[in-house]
């Protein structure tokens, strides 16, 4: 069955340090890949996704995101952090031509300290 | 506005109780979702529905009913056999073909 691991459960970074989430997914066909994020009390939210083209995905926020198909990877990266950022972010895999139904990682819940 | 719709936002069960969690979309999505989000074990796949009239068991259906008479609503039952009910629910929809979701504002059902 497929699957999606997020490797950080919990992550803390003062504000300004550089951001890099794992996600690793198990399918070895092709992909659609998600981001999305979960700010305290609101609702699940897309910060970027990858269909084809270009590896390295820019979403909102400045949030980018780098596909690498050799290792089965799509990790979250931002430069510099905000307290703002403080969320919880879901990786998340549906595979092309099936049903549109998303896989989702067990989460990394980021806290940015001021 | 359109969007989706989850109410209510909070519910209590006793034990031994079916409760129904109310799922409404008024933005013409053929596909719709529910999922169970649990700390630390991500969001998990109930039930999801790409037409009406017809719809399909997730990971975890086991204990939870569904049904989807309209294009607009997608109510989920969870049932007495559902073993640990208490947790976050989230509906969420997508139109045909597309792969972006928009969610609801979820539903936190506590069993007492």
């Known amino acids: 069955a497929q699957s999606v691991s997020q490797h950080n459960h919990h992550v803390i970074l003062s504000e300004a340090a550089s951001l890099e989430l794992g996600c690793n997914y198990s399918?070895?066909?092709?992909?659609?890949l998600f981001w999305y994020v979960q700010y305290p009390g609101q609702h699940l939210q897309l910060l970027l996704k990858?269909?084809?083209?270009?590896?390295l995905v820019k979403g909102i926020k400045g949030f980018e995101a780098e596909f690498i198909k050799s290792k089965f990877s799509f990790n979250l990266r931002k430069p510099s952090v905000q307290w703002s950022d403080t969320a919880e972010y879901f990786c998340a895999v549906s595979i092309r031509g099936a049903t549109n139904k998303l896989i989702f990682g067990t989460g990394t819940l980021l806290a940015v300290q001021p | 506005d359109g969007g989706i719709t989850q109410s209510p936002k909070y519910l209590f069960r006793k034990e031994g109780q079916n409760v129904t969690l109310s799922c409404e979309q008024n933005l013409n999505h053929d596909a719709m979702y529910w999922y169970r989000q649990d700390p630390g074990q991500g969001l998990r796949l109930i039930y999801y529905s790409q037409i009406v009239n017809d719809f399909q068991k997730g990971d975890i259906a086991e204990g939870y009913s569904v049904s989807r008479e309209k294009k607009e609503s997608f109510p989920l039952t969870v049932t007495s056999a559902q073993k640990n009910p208490t947790a976050f629910y989230l509906c969420?929809?997508?139109?045909?073909?597309?792969?972006?979701?928009?969610f609801g504002s979820g539903t936190r059902l506590t069993v007492v």
């Open positions: 990858y269909f084809s083209g270009d590896p």
């Open positions: 969420a929809s997508s139109r045909s073909g597309s792969y972006g979701y928009t």
């Open positions: 399918y070895g066909g092709t992909v659609n």
